[in-house]
């Protein structure tokens, strides 16, 4: 399927030019040439946007509609979406270089799941109720939305983001300004489509993508009354900033730095196989991947083994090919970025077993890396305290558990975690322990009916579940009249 081009924004239900002449140029992360284009928004066109968004919240009809009659919408919406799957697998692999088979599971069958998981939880969601009052009868609670929301995502996956705060947005009655990453443009445009498709009223979802500075000028907005965010922590505290002095709700999905502890009775054949999916989903660039295993001293050197397995058994290459598990790094400058973390780990003492600096085998040209495996690292090495976000691991020893726990919660991080024993019981107490807002047992999946964030610099608030719907609604208690 050859990857579209658009020439337009889509603003106030309408496609509509830009009002600059620039255009942002979407490059394969595999081929390095542009693939395709579109609009490159101006503060201007975020102003028209955020005027779409504002009078559709204040005066049109979505907010004033019933919970169920938002809820059919988005219900059109997801079958509409769920025609465009193989296009939208297609797309963002060509965006950002995911394997092909992983993408159709993760950048496309993912994002449906979600519409489908908030649709369930809205369903039975607390819209108003009543109860028993300390000085009244009883009392009204009602939950409203919460006004013109600001949702700005990245590059890594970016429909799942996308579509973690549109819904909860839309079903709740909020109105949306949208702005994909520059990278990976193309895959909003498509589900625009589908939004249209579904019959949204206009100015209910408005999408301009752009830059920093077109990005920074939507958070300030005066007519924004949340900003919904991805992305970086350094990002994040500046858009928490600029909401802490607005008093402008905001909710913060940031970084990670998480553990994989591996205790000594865990079948490490179940250990290889599951970091696929643990440490390295995504070519390493997800902010869950789990890129220290910590392992006890006495077990180290059979890890060490299991965490290479692991690399080698993963092929590198072309995101189009179903065979590659492995793909580039979606921009040349992460491909930098993770070649700097590979230099410095060597710098800082810690031992290279896999892996290293320069290009895999046989591929010339793509933002490539080869996959990357330290030991003998400690947690005080850059290596091991930083976010370097693609196919690197870092295998920490403990001592006893006490250690590993305490290893594991020495980051600035809380965002995932696992632990991989055969005790399940021990598995659960361990997991206890941590300091983090997700934790699996042999394995890290989330479940997108379970809240989704961190603690510490991994965030604000939660996605997913109805606490993720809960974020984009305002809470009114009314009272009845006093009696005499």
């Known amino acids: 399927m050859a990857v579209r081009s658009f020439d337009k924004l889509f603003v106030d239900g309408q496609w509509s030019d830009s009002t600059g002449p620039g255009r942002i140029e979407v490059i394969s992360p595999h081929t390095e040439q542009v693939i395709a284009s579109v609009p490159d928004g101006t503060a201007d066109d975020m102003d028209r946007a955020v005027a779409a968004a504002r009078q559709a919240f204040d005066h049109g009809e979505w907010p004033r509609l019933t919970p169920e009659e938002r809820i059919a919408t988005v219900e059109r919406f997801a079958e509409a979406f769920r025609r465009r799957l193989s296009e939208v697998a297609e797309v963002v692999s060509a965006e950002n270089g995911c394997p092909i088979t992983l993408s159709g599971h993760l950048q496309a069958a993912g994002p449906l799941a979600i519409v489908e998981s908030f649709l369930t939880v809205a369903k039975e969601f607390p819209w108003e109720s009543r109860r028993p009052g300390a000085t009244h009868v009883s009392v009204t609670v009602r939950r409203e939305p919460v006004g013109v929301v600001a949702a700005i995502v990245p590059w890594n996956v970016p429909l799942v983001l996308t579509l973690s705060k549109l819904v909860p947005a839309l079903l709740a009655g909020c109105t949306v300004v949208l702005k994909p990453a520059p990278e990976t443009p193309l895959d909003a445009f498509v589900m625009v489509e589908a939004l249209v498709e579904a019959g949204l009223p206009a100015g209910v979802v408005n999408v301009v993508p752009g830059g920093r500075e077109v990005g920074e000028h939507l958070v300030r907005h005066r007519d924004v009354d949340k900003v919904a965010f991805t992305g970086s922590t350094a990002a994040g505290r500046i858009i928490a900033g600029i909401c802490g002095e607005q008093l402008k709700r905001c909710s913060l999905e940031l970084g990670g730095k998480s553990a994989a502890i591996v205790l000594d009775d865990a079948d490490l054949a179940v250990v290889t196989q599951g970091l696929k999916a643990t440490s390295l989903l995504n070519s390493g660039q997800g902010c869950v991947n789990q890129?220290?295993?910590?392992?006890?001293?006495?077990?180290?050197?059979?890890?060490?083994?299991?965490?290479?397995?692991?690399?080698?058994?993963?092929?590198?290459?072309?995101?189009?090919?179903?065979?590659?598990?492995?793909?580039?790094?979606?921009?040349?400058?992460?491909?930098?970025?993770?070649?700097?973390?590979?230099?410095?780990?060597?710098?800082?003492?810690?031992?290279?077993?896999?892996?290293?600096?320069?290009?895999?085998?046989?591929?010339?040209?793509?933002?490539?890396?080869?996959?990357?495996?330290?030991?003998?690292?400690?947690?005080?090495?850059?290596?091991?305290?930083?976010?370097?976000?693609?196919?690197?691991?870092?295998?920490?020893?403990?001592?006893?558990?006490?250690?590993?726990?305490?290893?594991?919660?020495?980051?600035?991080?809380?965002?995932?975690?696992?632990?991989?024993?055969?005790?399940?019981?021990?598995?659960?107490?361990?997991?206890?322990?941590?300091?983090?807002?997700?934790?699996?047992?042999?394995?890290?999946?989330?479940?997108?009916?379970?809240?989704?964030?961190?603690?510490?610099?991994?965030?604000?608030?939660?996605?997913?579940?109805?606490?993720?719907?809960?974020?984009?609604?305002?809470?009114?208690?009314?009272?009845?009249?006093?009696?005499?």
């Open 291 to 484: 890129s220290r295993v910590l392992a006890s001293r006495a077990n180290y050197d059979n890890v060490v083994e299991a965490v290479v397995g692991t690399m080698r058994s993963m092929p590198v290459g072309d995101p189009a090919d179903p065979a590659t598990e492995i793909g580039p790094m979606t921009t040349r400058r992460q491909q930098e970025r993770v070649e700097g973390y590979i230099a410095l780990g060597e710098k800082e003492g810690a031992e290279l077993v896999y892996g290293g600096t320069g290009r895999p085998d046989g591929l010339n040209r793509g933002w490539y890396v080869r996959p990357t495996v330290f030991r003998n690292a400690d947690n005080s090495m850059r290596i091991s305290r930083e976010e370097i976000f693609g196919p690197v691991i870092t295998v920490i020893p403990f001592d006893d558990v006490d250690d590993a726990v305490r290893i594991a919660n020495d980051t600035e991080y809380g965002l995932a975690g696992s632990v991989w024993t055969s005790d399940s019981d021990a598995g659960n107490a361990v997991a206890r322990r941590v300091r983090t807002g997700m934790v699996g047992i042999n394995g890290f999946m989330p479940d997108y009916a379970a809240p989704f964030g961190g603690y510490k610099a991994s965030g604000i608030g939660r996605e997913f579940g109805p606490e993720g719907l809960s974020a984009y609604t305002e809470i009114k208690s009314i009272y009845p009249p006093p009696t005499a």
